[in-house]
T-cell receptor
């Protein structure tokens, strides 16, 4: 099993450009999450999904959109990138049910110039 | 809103010493408390977790304690080794798991 796979691993964008980050998991997890990690601020939840076709806002959703058309995939979109969105983005997934830990991907390092 | 405070932000210990990281949470509905370790440039990985109906849990050199009344939980690492050097995150979530709040992280340095 590959676990949680994120693509791309690195990307540099210009302000105003758009892009989509892809997260794929092969563990049949119901829940999927997108976080951003900035120095000194831990992991902040952007959006999450509790199942195929569902999405919900997390702590810092502004400027991002998500889609979960297939259970195994969770896409994070930036419609008009801003320098404040320079960050490391982590996708995670977990089983449905009580007390389930999250499994993280390797992250995407995104720089907005 | 709900938050998790984590202290200290940086911790430096000599190899063989113990390390303690403390967290406080605000949401009284939280009942699951995982700890993640993130090595430089790597993904966060679960190292230990504790449920609200348990006061302490131990796994070899790592232990976690929980005080629900005070809303405190702590990570204890004994006999630290250089490979324990990493950033450690505490987190608090409800039983459903999709509402998880992470602490800001503690960077642990273990000096050989």
């Amino acid at each position: 099993n590959a676990g949680v796979t994120q693509t791309p691993k690195f990307r540099v964008l210009k302000t105003g450009q758009s892009m989509t980050l892809l997260c794929a998991q092969d563990m049949n997890h119901e829940y999927m999450y997108w976080y951003r990690q900035d120095p000194g601020m831990g992991l902040r939840l952007i959006h999450y999904s509790v199942g195929e076709g569902t999405t919900a806002k997390g702590e810092v959703p502004d400027g991002y959109n998500v889609s979960r058309l297939k259970k195994q995939n969770f896409l994070l979109g930036l419609e008009s990138a801003a320098p404040s969105q320079t960050s490391v983005y982590f996708c995670a997934s977990s089983y449905l049910g009580l007390y389930q830990p999250q499994h993280f991907g390797d992250g995407t390092r995104l720089s907005i110039l | 809103g709900e938050n998790v405070e984590q202290h200290p932000s940086t911790l430096s210990v000599q190899e063989g010493d113990s390390a303690v990281i403390k967290c406080t949470y605000s949401d009284s509905a939280s009942n699951y408390f995982p700890w993640y370790k993130q090595e430089l440039g790597k993904r966060p990985q679960l190292i230990i977790d504790i449920r609200s109906n348990v006061g302490e849990k131990k796994d070899q050199r790592i232990a976690v304690t929980l005080n629900k009344t005070a809303k405190h939980f702590s990570l204890h690492i004994t006999e630290t080794q250089p490979e324990d050097s990493a950033v450690y995150f505490c987190a608090a979530s409800d039983a459903g798991g999709f509402k998880t709040i992470f602490g800001a992280g503690t960077r642990l340095f273990v000096k050989a």
